[in-house]
């Protein structure tokens, strides 16, 4: 069965203070990972796709890398605005369908 | 753009009652999607169509639950009767997915703003 994990649940950091949240995968053929971003009461925003190992993508101070097994969206020098969760999902197979993992909520103090 | 758009945004019904929710596409995508958010599952795929015609309805929890799409611009999702584990907040996502020719090829989803239902 296809499965996405992600880790930790939650993280709690300090204005400034990068980190990186991890993603791990589990399915059968692969077709593209995807960052999503989802504030309270509103639906997942698009970040990022990722399609093979070794890519990389950056948007502001967001940064998704991709590896065989995982992905990692680093955040670096993170602000209070960043604070959300922030989703994971693959595509797998050759439609649509995204499998998602249970998020990671961020919360960045001042 | 006026982005996905979702009616109601939120419902409180009795259990045994019929709900239906409501889903407006971003003009020009011909691929929705219904998904179902909860603390303890996280989003799942309810189903989804493409074409206005349902490519995989895996995600349908059981026959309570139905999804319509009689056209480019509407969609359904329609639990009949409710139960109060359907509580649970429902996305409408689309995205304009190419012609097979050459392969699959995926564009991203855009998430309606959701419809939070409470089934008493």
């Known amino acids: 069965e296809d499965q996405v994990t992600q880790s930790p649940e939650a993280l709690r950091l300090q204005e400034g203070e990068s980190s990186s949240l991890n993603c791990s995968y589990t399915v059968s053929g692969l077709r593209g990972l995807f960052w999503y971003r989802q504030d309270p009461g509103k639906g997942p925003e698009f970040l990022f796709t990722l399609y093979s190992a070794g890519e990389e993508k950056e948007k502001e101070r967001l940064k998704a890398t991709l590896t065989k097994k995982e992905s990692f969206l680093h955040i670096t020098a993170p602000k209070p605005e960043d604070s959300a969760t922030y989703l994971c999902?693959?595509?797998?197979?050759?439609?649509?369908?995204?499998?998602f993992g249970t998020g990671t909520r961020l919360l960045v103090s001042p | 753009d006026a982005g996905v758009i979702q009616s109601p945004r939120h419902e409180v019904t009795e259990m045994g009652q019929e709900v239906t929710l409501r889903c407006k596409p971003i003009s020009g995508h011909n691929s929705l999607f219904w998904y179902r958010q909860t603390m303890m599952r996280g989003l799942e795929l309810l189903i989804y169509?493409?074409?206005?015609?349902?490519?995989?309805d895996s995600g349908m929890p059981e026959d309570r639950f139905s999804a319509k799409m009689p056209n480019a611009s509407f969609s359904t999702l329609k639990i009949q009767p409710s139960e109060p584990r359907d509580s649970a907040v429902y996305f409408c996502?689309?995205?304009?997915?190419?012609?097979?020719?050459?392969?699959?090829?995926?564009?991203?989803?855009?998430f309606g703003p959701g419809t939070r239902l409470t089934v008493l």
């Open positions: 996502a689309s995205s304009f997915r190419p012609g097979l020719a050459g392969g699959s090829s995926y564009n991203e989803q855009f």
């Open positions: 169509f493409n074409n206005n015609v349902p490519i995989d």
């Open positions: 999902a693959v595509q797998v197979g050759g439609f649509q369908k995204l499998v």
